[in-house]
């Protein structure tokens, strides 16, 4: 059985290499931080010769404009707050925007490619939007920008999942609620990056970061401070409280080393998007997002199918009599911490090759991994996938009706909403409420 779980870890390291071998392959462009986007029609055909402008305070300025399919790239020195005009003057005939205040709006880049949603419909141009679309919807939405937002939506869940199932695992084997998980998140991309800039390709520095993660930050955390706690019978409250504590004291640490600014990887900091029939993306995101996938399912079919799985689900279930059969309970709960911290770490590395690497960052996806967890039910693996993947599709479809900048906010109404018709979660049980 060893023999065979070994055989197993070491296939799924191959495909895990090979994987990154596809990225190393695919065109990588020197700038990184940009704003991008595609401007379609009505009917779905691209809108060239439209004229963009992003600026800020510190004096940048740079402009362009959509070319034959439509797509447009603006490049920015660094994160921050850019103003971005839309010549509404360059508009085609017949052409205007959905929403007027899209000619001129403030964007905040965390870094990275920020990809902007320009909905246009069939009007007099300069702005107005008084007409309807050749769809026959009056908001202006077409249904490539709603396959595009999908297809983000579903990206985004992916990467939601990474975290989201490491933070349940440890929550139903443990019962703690750790508010340091977005911590591990931001430590996978650092340790990552720390590989990187010494001289480490990415596709060597990703694997790497994601075992010294698992080993050091999952293993060796759960053994210096959360089973000595646990053996002086640590109450939950209190173990949460630590949790916070240590979560600052990692946060302020990256931030002391690393700095405060937004960092990029060596390689893949900005790549050429690419077309997939209705919706565009990058070949590092396809192949970051593959890797997930795999990670996931293999944590999947570890937890149903093998032995150490099958423990973890008997201690979740009940720890004293799963103790009582026989099983290693502090055994099981070290495997889970291995398997989450190394989640997590891979979840970062996700985060920081399609966005950058920034020292609060596992701090602003917390509370979207509490919302996906909580939907999908506490302490339920299959119910962390679901819930990622409902939060991160609504997250991205939300923009069509609200600002950019708020769309977190209706992920976290939409888990308060069904939580008052299911407060146990779409797969929980209702034994493990409360």
């Known amino acids: 059985m060893q023999r065979r779980i070994a055989s197993r870890i070491g296939m799924l390291l191959v495909a895990v290499v090979a994987l990154f071998g596809v990225a190393a392959m695919a065109p990588a462009s020197a700038a990184g931080d940009a704003v991008i986007g595609t401007l379609t029609g009505p009917d779905g055909s691209p809108v060239t010769g439209v004229a963009i402008t992003v600026s800020n305070e510190a004096g940048f300025s740079g402009s362009t404009t959509s070319d034959a399919q439509g797509n447009f790239r603006v490049e920015i020195p660094e994160g921050g707050t850019y103003a971005i005009e839309i010549d509404v003057t360059t508009l085609p005939a017949g052409i205007s925007l959905a929403k007027p ?4 709006r403030e964007l905040l880049i965390l870094g990275g490619e920020k990809k902007l949603l320009v909905p246009l419909v069939s009007g007099e141009g300069g702005g107005t939007a008084e007409s309807g679309t050749s769809s026959g919807s009056g908001s202006g939405v077409t249904g490539q920008q709603v396959v595009q937002l999908l297809a983000d939506g579903i990206m ?7 975290g989201a199932l490491g933070l349940n695992l440890v ?14 998140i931001t430590l996978g991309a650092f340790v990552a990056l720390l590989f990187n800039t010494a001289g480490l390709h990415i596709v060597i520095a990703a694997p790497l970061s994601v075992i010294v993660c698992a080993v050091v930050f999952g293993w060796g955390q759960n053994k210096v401070l959360w089973k000595p706690l646990r053996k002086r019978k640590t109450g939950l409250i209190a173990a949460m409280i630590v949790s916070i504590g240590l979560a600052i004291v990692l946060r302020y640490t990256v931030s002391l080393f690393f ?3 937004p960092k990029t990887f060596e390689q893949y900091a900005g790549q050429a ?7 565009s993306t990058t070949p590092k995101q396809l192949v970051l997002a593959a890797i997930a996938v795999v990670l996931l399912a293999a944590t999947v079919i570890w937890v149903q199918r093998s032995r150490i799985g099958k423990a973890t689900r008997a201690v979740s279930d009940n720890p004293a009599l799963a103790s009582a059969t026989g099983i290693d309970v502090e055994r099981v709960i070290a495997v889970v911490w291995t398997v989450a911290a190394g989640l997590a770490a891979y979840a970062g590395i996700y985060l920081g090759m399609t966005q950058n690497s920034i020292w609060n960052m596992g701090q602003r996806i917390l509370l979207v991994l509490f919302a996906a967890v909580i939907l ?24 069509l009706v609200i600002p950019p ?8 109404f939409l888990m308060i909403l069904i939580l008052l018709v299911r407060p146990q979660g779409l797969l929980g049980r209702r034994e493990r409420v409360g």
């Open 376 to 399: 999908g039910g506490l302490g339920t693996v299959y119910g962390a996938l679901v819930g990622a993947l409902v939060v991160g599709v609504f997250i991205q479809l939300t923009t």
């Open 156 to 162: 985004l869940g992916i990467l939601i999942a990474l």
């Open 259 to 261: 700095g405060s600014g």
């Open 405 to 412: 900048e708020m769309k977190t906010v209706g992920a976290l």
């Open 273 to 279: 998007g690419i077309n997939i029939g209705p919706f």
């Open 171 to 184: 929550f139903g084997t443990t019962g703690l609620t750790n508010f340091a998980h977005g911590e591990l």
């Open 101 to 104: 205040e899209d000619a001129s």
